[in-house]
Structures are given as C-alpha cells and as structure tokens.
C-alpha cells in the first residue's frame, strides 16, 4: 500500500507570492492533517479535513488555508507568504478521525526568499 | 484545549546505556499517546503508542509508561544504539475534537 504522497518535495518563493501544497492520502485513509515544522516551534498543527469538511484548526492565521476533494486529496494555500513562512509542510493522513494512528508525508520543504 | 509538554529537549545517552523522555497532558479525556522518531531530513514515524486503558506497553527495546492520575506518560528505551539517535515526539489525543497534539521533541544522541 503507499504511503502518504506530497509534492512538490521542495519550493522557493519569494516574499508576497502564494503556494499550494498536494497531499495524498494513504488509500482508505479519509482524514487529511497538516502540521508545520520549524527548529523552535516542532510540530505545528495547521488544520484536519475529513469527508471534505475542516474538523479541526490549529492557531495560525487566515493566510493558511486548506481543503479536501471527494477522492480525499487535500491541499493547503499559503497566501502573501512571509519569510517566518519558511518551514517543512508535513501532511499527514488516518482512516477516520478517532483514535487512530495518523501516518505522515515525507513534506514539502518551503524556503521564502 | 490539550497542552503536551515534553522534556527533556535535548538527550545524550553513551551506547548501551538507557534513555528516558518524559511528557505530560493537560486534557484528562485524552485517551491516545503515540510516540514518534524522525531521524534527520525524514519524516516522523510512529515507534509505540498507548491507549488510557493500558499502563505499560512494550516493544523489544522500546516501552511506553502511562499514569492517568498524574497526567504523564514516558518512553524508554533500553540498550540503546547509534541508530537510536533521531528527535523523538510524543503527543495527546486530545478528548472530543479528535486532534492530535505534540510534544516541542527530544533530540537523542546516542554517543558510540
């Protein structure tokens, strides 16, 4: 079975521009989280999806955003980036979203210039 | 909402010798502690988790101890090797939104 897909694997961009992340789920694998993840702050919870809808949302601002396909697919948009914006995307995903083990992505590694 | 706290944030271990990380939870209707290890430029993989109704899980050289009354769960491994060096995460599930919160990670050098 694969793992959790996410592309791009890496980016730059500059200062201003926006970013869209792709995650693909494990197969059978409804739920679809995102985490940042910076030296100082560890892993940070961005926001979960299941069944196309967002469950939960962590404390990040309204340039963060996010959301799910039929077939489970998510994406998040990061707009107006910043240089703070600079961080690995960690996508993570588990069959539904109670008590489950959630299995991650290899990331995306953002770098804003 | 849960709060994990983790410590200690960073760990050096000489081979063979045990390691210890200690979290703490703030939500008592936590009920899922799974502890994850990303060795450098990976991703995070889940290594044990327990649930509320277990006191104590084991896994070859690695278990997992929790206490509900105090509200803290720790992991140990045992015999440790090189390969062991990796940021280890724990985190909570936390009761009713379902989501999963870590730990700020303990970096575990593991000195040959």
């Known amino acids: 079975k694969a793992g959790v897909t996410q592309t791009p694997r890496y980016l730059i961009k500059t200062r201003g521009q926006q970013v869209t992340l792709s995650c693909s789920p494990i197969?059978?694998?409804?739920?679809v989280s995102w985490y940042q993840q910076t030296p100082g702050q560890g892993l940070q919870f961005l926001f979960e999806?299941?069944?196309?809808?967002?469950?939960n949302k962590g404390n990040f601002p309204g340039r963060f955003s996010g959301r799910q396909f039929s077939n489970s697919r998510s994406e998040m948009n990061v707009s107006t980036l910043e240089l703070g914006d600079s961080a690995l995307y960690l996508c993570a995903s588990r069959p539904g979203v109670s008590g489950n083990t959630i299995y991650f992505g290899e990331g995306s590694w953002l770098t804003v210039v | 909402g849960e709060n994990v706290e983790q410590h200690p944030s960073t760990l050096s271990v000489q081979e063979g010798d045990s390691a210890v990380i200690k979290c703490t939870y703030s939500?008592?209707?936590?009920?899922?502690f799974p502890w994850y290890k990303q060795e450098l430029g990976k991703r995070p993989q889940l290594i044990i988790d327990i649930r509320s109704n277990v006191g104590e899980k084991k896994d070859q050289r690695i278990a997992v101890t929790l206490n509900k009354t105090a509200k803290h769960f720790s992991l140990h491994i045992t015999e440790t090797q090189p390969e062991d060096s990796a940021v280890y995460f724990c985190a909570g599930l936390q009761g009713g939104s379902e989501k999963l919160v870590f730990g700020k990670g303990t970096k575990l050098t593991v000195n040959p």
């Open positions: 197969s059978g694998h409804r739920s």
């Open positions: 939500d008592s209707a936590s009920n899922y």
């Open positions: 999806y299941f069944s196309e809808t967002q469950r």
